[in-house]
């Protein structure tokens, strides 16, 4: 008999108390990142940017050096990093509302000009530290703190789609959206993650992903109902899949 022993990924910290809410998507999305790190033999020589909102908290779990970039300028800041250390592994892990509403234009700018960095962001719809507020992937209709009445056209516009956006920057080398729903999608979910990571070691541009992901916290739903709606209204809306990948078509 063949007895497994469960246990944690070298770059994540097993000595400390994670500060996400039970069922929340972001620790397996922060437990896929380490296991990457660590399939990759990179864990020694990469940075995170670290940026704002319930993500900020990675740098207490990830066991790996980090600086902080709150109010989207993380991709900013490690597009300094990697320029004055073009040899480390530099990444992104960043919310939604942080990634392409607080520091939009330093994504764009960043896929644009192809830097040669990884950008994780994870897309649950709403800001989730600051109390559940309207953000730029918040669904038409959706109800939130500060949009009562549910999203509207007429008055809030419509939600960004954010790896089809990115994949349209010539200085991108690979825009995925993935999903955490269920055991086939967090695998899929993985190997995008070190896609991402890949092209940069390939020095290829922007490895980006878009991780759809839950809140039950702020969305009043339990763990289940939470990836229920990701299925049934998120993946309607936000299709995942590679909607550009340059090392496949080399
Ligand atoms: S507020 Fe939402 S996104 Fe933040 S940790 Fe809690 S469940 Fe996760």
Redesign the pocket.
């Known amino acids: 008999m063949v007895t497994q022993v469960f246990e944690l990924p070298k770059s994540l910290k097993g000595d400390v108390k994670y500060?996400?809410?039970p069922?929340?998507?972001?620790g397996v999305a922060v437990r896929l990142v380490a296991e990457v790190i660590d399939e990759l033999g990179i864990r020694e020589n990469t940075i995170l940017a670290a940026a704002i909102?319930?993500s900020v908290t990675t740098y207490d779990f990830i066991n790996v050096d980090a600086l902080e970039a709150p109010h989207g300028r993380a991709m900013a800041e490690a597009t300094g990093i990697k320029r004055a250390c073009p040899d480390k592994i530099v990444f992104t892990y960043q919310?939604d509302g942080d990634f392409a509403s607080l520091g939009l234009a330093e994504s764009m700018h960043a896929a644009l000009r192809g830097e040669n960095i990884t950008a994780i962001c994870?897309n649950?719809t709403?800001y989730?530290?600051t109390g559940g507020q309207l953000g730029p992937t918040t669904l038409l209709g959706q109800v939130t703190t500060t949009s009562p009445t549910g999203r509207n056209v007429e008055y809030y516009g419509y939600p960004i789609k954010i790896a089809e956006h990115i994949a349209l920057c010539d200085g991108t080398a690979f825009s995925a959206r993935v999903s955490l729903d269920s055991v086939t999608n967090i695998k899929k979910a993985k190997q995008a993650i070190k896609r991402a990571f890949e092209v940069q070691m390939h020095k290829q541009g922007l490895g980006f992903v878009e991780i759809l992901?839950?809140?039950?916290?702020?969305w009043k739903m339990s763990p289940d109902k939470a990836h229920d709606r990701v299925r049934n209204e998120m993946m309607q809306v936000f299709k995942p899949g590679i909607y550009k990948d340059v090392m496949s078509e080399t």
């Open positions: 500060s996400f809410c069922g929340c998507d972001h909102g319930c919310g994870i649950n709403t989730g530290m992901s839950t809140c039950p916290t702020n």
